[in-house]
């Protein structure tokens, strides 16, 4: 019970208790905390407090009377799905849709009439979506096995892959890769956090990969 509350404390802050009149009139409020992964990271990680985006993105004009912009943070990388959908999730590497640089950007900046040079700096932790249904109304998206996910992805740097997480309707299951390649399940609706084999067959709906040098 203490713990629920907490969880309600905390996720409060970011969606409403609604009265439900369905329900008893004793407890009759209940908390709709439904939504994508990614919009979570994103308030979480990202915008709430930017502790953990997955890169910081900063642009460079040409133009030496420009005012330079603040740089932005990219919550998460994105995936061509196309390509994941028919060579399946081994070549994630090439699905990614990551460019260290964009040259030749029209600049943003109000009346400026020079071009950018875009630079994207992967940080610490990188969140993969993976959510590759082709549309939002199919419950289910591509399955594989945890082995089947990369252990290595390049961006600048080499990350390694800590975490994959399964998503099965109204419901999200986090997976835990430890260094030694052993694999930890933690499912909120089960008492303990248990092993797995990396034979586990899941329908991934993110990867999260850590640098392996600064
Ligand atoms: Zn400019």
């Known amino acids: 019970m203490e713990i629920l509350c907490e969880r309600i ?3 409060n ?9 369905e ?11 439904e ?5 979570m990271w994103k308030y979480l990680f990202c915008y709430f407090e930017p502790t953990e ?16 912009s603040l740089p932005t943070y990219v919550p998460y990388f994105e995936v061509n799905s196309r390509i994941i959908n028919t060579k399946g999730i081994q070549v994630l590497q090439d699905a990614v849709l990551f460019n260290e640089h964009y040259y030749n950007i029209k600049c943003r900046q109000k009346n400026c009439p020079g071009t950018v040079i875009e630079t994207t700096r992967p940080y610490f932790h990188i969140f993969i979506d993976l959510d590759t249904r082709t549309h939002h109304k199919k419950t289910h998206g591509l399955k594989c096995q945890l082995a089947d996910v990369p252990v290595t992805l390049n961006f600048v740097k080499q990350y390694r892959l800590i975490g994959v997480i399964e998503y099965i309707p109204g419901h999200f299951i986090g997976y835990c890769r430890k260094p030694s390649g052993q ?6 609706m089960q008492l303990n956090v248990e092993g797995c084999d ?8 993110g990867a999260i990969y850590i640098a392996l040098s600064i």
């Open 9 to 11: 404390v905390l996720l």
């Open 13 to 21: 802050e970011f969606y409403p208790l609604v009265k439900d009149p």
């Open 23 to 33: 329900l008893p009139s004793i407890k009759p409020y209940k908390l709709i905390a």
């Open 35 to 39: 939504d994508s992964i990614t919009a």
């Open 53 to 68: 985006p997955s890169a910081i993105r900063s642009s460079e004009c040409n133009n030496s009377e420009c005012i330079p």
């Open 183 to 188: 694999w930890l399940k933690c499912d909120d």
């Open 198 to 205: 990396e034979t586990t067959v899941i329908t991934p709906i």
